[in-house]
T-cell receptor, first 111, second 113 residues
Framework: GEDVEQSLFLSVREGDSSVINCTYTDSSSTYLYWYKQEPGAGLQLLTYIFSNMDMKQDQRLTVLLNKKDKHLSLRIADTQTGDSAIYFCAEMTGGYNKLIFGAGTRLAVHP | DAGVIQSPRHEVTEMGQEVTLRCKPISGHNSLFWYRQTMMRGLELLIYFNNNVPIDDSGMPEDRFSAKMPNASFSTLKIQPSEPRDSAVYFC???????????FGPGTRLTVT
């Protein structure tokens, strides 16, 4: 079946790196995503990775994919207070562009 | 581009009333998705349209929910009659032909009392 799991909460100090982890179950997933949701707002597409890649870097964001273990991570370098939000992991599956989301990880950045 | 536009942003209604949520996808996008977000169930896909045709409505909770896409620039999600358990944030998202970048609207927060 399709399932995406992530830890619910992460607290980091401003300036440190944050690492948010996610596991998924569908080995046929084509793309894996990270979305960011700030309070009262919609989901913002942060980055995504094709399933035949193992790493993607975009400015402060680094995505690592371990397809064997079905594990995805998002590293945010030099975390800022503006990074405080809920981060959703999602997999694209189902033969068309269907996204299955995890429950979201709330990132809290403190001074 | 203006992004995905949803209206209203907030809706408060009484149980039994009809509710209509509206969505304008990004111009040129031919896929449209309706999602519902609740604390208990997280984000759930309700229905997916491609080229204005419903492709997958298996996530629609029950017959009280219906969705239409009369043209490429407009979609509605209707709940009739509404119930308190329908209270949630409803998101619309759209994507283009390549399909792997879904962009979300700001959502409609629905409260049914």
């Amino acid at each position: 079946g399709e399932d995406v799991e992530q830890s619910l909460f992460l607290s980091v100090r401003e300036g440190d790196s944050s690492v948010i982890n996610c596991t998924y179950t569908d080995s046929s997933s084509t793309y894996l995503y990270w979305y960011k949701q700030e309070p009262g707002a919609g989901l913002q597409l942060l980055t995504y990775i094709f399933s035949n890649m193992d790493m993607k870097q975009d400015q402060r964001l680094t995505v690592l994919l371990n397809k064997k273990d079905k594990h995805l991570s998002l590293r945010i370098a030099d975390t800022q207070t503006g990074d405080s939000a809920i981060y959703f992991c999602a997999e694209m599956t189902g033969g068309y562009n269907k996204l299955i989301f995890g429950a979201g990880t709330r990132l809290a950045v403190h001074p | 581009d203006a992004g995905v536009i949803q209206s209203p942003r907030h809706e408060v209604t009484e149980m039994g009333q009809e509710v209509t949520l509206r969505c304008k996808p990004i111009s040129g996008h031919n896929s449209l998705f309706w999602y519902r977000q609740t604390m208990m169930r997280g984000l759930e896909l309700l229905i997916y349209f491609n080229n204005n045709v419903p492709i997958d409505d298996s996530g629609m909770p029950e017959d009280r929910f219906s969705a239409k896409m009369p043209n490429a620039s407009f979609s509605t999600l209707k709940i009739q009659p509404s119930e308190p358990r329908d209270s949630a944030v409803y998101f619309c998202a759209s994507s283009n032909d390549r399909g792997y970048e879904q962009y979300f609207g700001p959502g409609t927060r629905l409260t049914v009392t």
